[in-house]
Protein backbone atom coordinates (compact mmCIF):
# COMPACT_ATOMS: atom_id res chain seq x y z
CA UNK A 1 0.00 0.00 0.00
CA UNK A 2 2.64 2.24 0.52
CA UNK A 3 4.33 1.68 -2.51
CA UNK A 4 1.09 2.59 -4.09
CA UNK A 5 0.98 5.82 -2.42
CA UNK A 6 4.24 6.55 -3.25
CA UNK A 7 4.26 6.53 -6.62
CA UNK A 8 0.75 8.24 -7.17
CA UNK A 9 2.33 11.23 -5.01
CA UNK A 10 5.49 11.11 -7.48
CA UNK A 11 2.69 11.56 -10.00
CA UNK A 12 0.78 14.46 -8.60
CA UNK A 13 4.55 16.26 -7.35
CA UNK A 14 5.13 16.24 -10.91
CA UNK A 15 2.28 17.91 -11.69
CA UNK A 16 3.66 21.06 -9.84
CA UNK A 17 5.08 22.93 -12.86
CA UNK A 18 7.57 25.87 -11.56
CA UNK A 19 7.52 27.98 -14.50
CA UNK A 20 3.77 28.07 -14.78
CA UNK A 21 4.13 29.74 -11.17
CA UNK A 22 6.58 31.58 -11.18
CA UNK A 23 5.58 32.96 -14.51
CA UNK A 24 1.91 33.58 -12.55
CA UNK A 25 3.09 35.10 -9.48
CA UNK A 26 5.95 37.08 -10.60
CA UNK A 27 5.12 38.10 -14.26
CA UNK A 28 1.08 37.65 -14.11
CA UNK A 29 1.21 35.82 -17.62
CA UNK A 30 0.78 32.12 -18.60
CA UNK A 31 3.55 30.19 -20.24
CA UNK A 32 1.41 27.42 -21.48
CA UNK A 33 -0.15 30.00 -24.33
CA UNK A 34 3.36 31.77 -24.43
CA UNK A 35 6.27 31.28 -26.77
CA UNK A 36 6.45 27.15 -27.73
CA UNK A 37 3.72 26.72 -24.89
CA UNK A 38 6.11 24.66 -22.92
CA UNK A 39 6.14 25.15 -19.10
CA UNK A 40 9.78 24.11 -19.08
CA UNK A 41 13.10 26.16 -17.99
CA UNK A 42 13.80 26.27 -21.86
CA UNK A 43 11.06 28.82 -22.57
CA UNK A 44 10.27 30.51 -19.45
CA UNK A 45 14.06 31.80 -20.30
CA UNK A 46 13.21 32.45 -23.56
CA UNK A 47 10.54 34.24 -22.74
CA UNK A 48 11.28 35.83 -19.48
CA UNK A 49 15.41 35.69 -19.03
CA UNK A 50 18.04 33.83 -17.48
CA UNK A 51 16.62 33.98 -13.85
CA UNK A 52 13.40 32.42 -14.89
CA UNK A 53 15.11 29.56 -16.50
CA UNK A 54 17.86 28.89 -13.48
CA UNK A 55 14.34 29.15 -10.63
CA UNK A 56 12.67 26.84 -13.39
CA UNK A 57 15.36 24.45 -13.89
CA UNK A 58 16.31 24.29 -10.26
CA UNK A 59 12.51 23.83 -9.23
CA UNK A 60 11.30 21.20 -11.27
CA UNK A 61 15.13 19.42 -10.72
CA UNK A 62 13.95 19.36 -7.04
CA UNK A 63 10.49 17.34 -8.22
CA UNK A 64 12.86 14.72 -9.15
CA UNK A 65 15.03 14.93 -6.08
CA UNK A 66 12.45 15.38 -3.81
CA UNK A 67 11.08 11.95 -5.09
CA UNK A 68 14.40 9.61 -4.39
CA UNK A 69 14.78 11.21 -1.27
CA UNK A 70 11.36 10.26 -0.02
CA UNK A 71 11.92 6.52 -1.91
CA UNK A 72 14.91 6.58 0.56
CA UNK A 73 13.52 7.79 3.63
CA UNK A 74 10.56 5.23 2.92
CA UNK A 75 13.31 2.69 2.67
CA UNK A 76 12.68 1.68 -0.73
CA UNK A 77 14.65 -0.46 -3.49
CA UNK A 78 16.66 1.43 -6.00
CA UNK A 79 14.47 -0.12 -8.43
CA UNK A 80 11.19 1.47 -6.62
CA UNK A 81 13.01 4.90 -6.01
CA UNK A 82 13.62 4.93 -10.10
CA UNK A 83 10.12 4.01 -10.66
CA UNK A 84 8.87 6.59 -8.63
CA UNK A 85 10.73 9.29 -10.62
CA UNK A 86 9.26 7.77 -13.50
CA UNK A 87 5.80 8.59 -12.55
CA UNK A 88 7.45 12.02 -11.17
CA UNK A 89 8.47 12.30 -15.24
CA UNK A 90 5.13 11.16 -16.17
CA UNK A 91 3.36 13.50 -13.73
CA UNK A 92 5.54 16.58 -15.27
CA UNK A 93 5.18 15.49 -19.11
CA UNK A 94 1.46 14.42 -18.55
CA UNK A 95 0.34 16.67 -15.44
CA UNK A 96 -3.78 16.01 -15.16
CA UNK A 97 -3.86 19.46 -13.65
CA UNK A 98 -3.06 20.99 -17.23
CA UNK A 99 -5.06 18.94 -19.22
CA UNK A 100 -2.05 16.35 -19.83
CA UNK A 101 -0.02 19.43 -21.38
CA UNK A 102 3.62 19.61 -19.38
CA UNK A 103 7.19 20.23 -19.79
CA UNK A 104 9.49 17.91 -21.52
CA UNK A 105 11.10 16.39 -18.02
CA UNK A 106 14.84 17.13 -18.27
CA UNK A 107 15.18 19.15 -15.34
CA UNK A 108 12.99 16.62 -13.14
CA UNK A 109 15.33 13.68 -14.72
CA UNK A 110 18.49 15.38 -14.32
CA UNK A 111 17.21 16.08 -10.52
CA UNK A 112 16.33 13.00 -9.71
CA UNK A 113 19.03 11.26 -11.20
CA UNK A 114 21.88 13.31 -9.40
CA UNK A 115 19.59 13.04 -5.73
CA UNK A 116 20.10 8.78 -7.35
CA UNK A 117 23.69 8.92 -8.05
CA UNK A 118 25.37 12.21 -8.05
CA UNK A 119 28.48 11.31 -9.67
CA UNK A 120 26.30 11.30 -12.42
CA UNK A 121 27.11 15.00 -13.10
CA UNK A 122 30.06 14.13 -14.25
CA UNK A 123 28.80 11.52 -16.64
CA UNK A 124 26.25 14.03 -18.08
CA UNK A 125 28.73 16.88 -18.37
CA UNK A 126 31.35 14.73 -19.72
CA UNK A 127 28.75 13.06 -22.76
CA UNK A 128 27.22 16.17 -23.33
CA UNK A 129 31.02 17.69 -24.13
CA UNK A 130 31.86 14.73 -26.29
CA UNK A 131 28.87 14.76 -28.17
CA UNK A 132 28.20 18.70 -28.90
CA UNK A 133 30.88 18.95 -31.76
CA UNK A 134 29.69 16.95 -33.64
CA UNK A 135 25.75 17.62 -32.85
CA UNK A 136 25.79 20.86 -32.87
CA UNK A 137 22.63 20.87 -30.47
CA UNK A 138 22.23 21.24 -27.34
CA UNK A 139 18.81 19.10 -27.32
CA UNK A 140 20.61 16.43 -28.96
CA UNK A 141 23.60 16.33 -26.99
CA UNK A 142 21.73 16.43 -23.92
CA UNK A 143 19.60 13.65 -25.00
CA UNK A 144 22.46 11.84 -26.11
CA UNK A 145 24.37 12.11 -22.76
CA UNK A 146 21.34 10.75 -21.10
CA UNK A 147 22.14 7.02 -23.28
CA UNK A 148 25.30 6.95 -21.41
CA UNK A 149 23.80 6.98 -17.78
CA UNK A 150 22.08 3.36 -17.65
CA UNK A 151 25.42 1.81 -18.50
CA UNK A 152 27.11 4.61 -15.79
CA UNK A 153 24.40 3.28 -13.10
CA UNK A 154 25.26 -0.31 -13.63
CA UNK A 155 28.43 0.59 -13.62
CA UNK A 156 28.86 3.00 -10.54
CA UNK A 157 26.70 0.36 -8.52
CA UNK A 158 26.86 -2.78 -10.17
CA UNK A 159 23.08 -3.19 -10.66
CA UNK A 160 21.82 -4.68 -13.24
CA UNK A 161 18.02 -3.51 -11.84
CA UNK A 162 19.15 0.00 -11.49
CA UNK A 163 20.37 0.05 -14.98
CA UNK A 164 16.96 -1.47 -16.09
CA UNK A 165 15.30 1.53 -14.25
CA UNK A 166 17.14 4.40 -15.92
CA UNK A 167 16.69 2.30 -19.84
CA UNK A 168 13.04 3.16 -18.47
CA UNK A 169 13.00 6.21 -17.47
CA UNK A 170 15.55 7.26 -20.82
CA UNK A 171 12.83 5.93 -22.68
CA UNK A 172 9.94 8.32 -21.32
CA UNK A 173 12.59 11.36 -22.03
CA UNK A 174 12.73 10.15 -25.57
CA UNK A 175 9.08 9.39 -26.14
CA UNK A 176 8.71 13.11 -24.80
CA UNK A 177 11.09 14.41 -27.30
CA UNK A 178 10.26 12.38 -30.11
CA UNK A 179 8.53 15.13 -32.33
CA UNK A 180 11.50 17.20 -31.63
CA UNK A 181 13.52 14.40 -32.71
CA UNK A 182 12.66 14.14 -35.74
CA UNK A 183 12.23 17.62 -37.06
CA UNK A 184 16.11 17.25 -36.57
CA UNK A 185 16.64 13.88 -38.18
CA UNK A 186 14.74 15.80 -41.43
CA UNK A 187 16.86 18.71 -41.05
Request: hydrophobic share 55%; net charge positive.
Amino acid sequence: MNLIIFFVSSYFIGNILTAHFLIKIFHKGEILGEGSGNPGARNAGRLYGKKAFVLTFLGDALKGALVIFIGRMLELSALEQLIGLAFALIGHIRPVFFRFRGGKGISTYIGGALAFEPLLAVVIIIAFLITYPFTKSFTLSGLGSFLVLPVAVDFLHNSVTSMWGFIGITIIILLAHIKNLIEKWKS
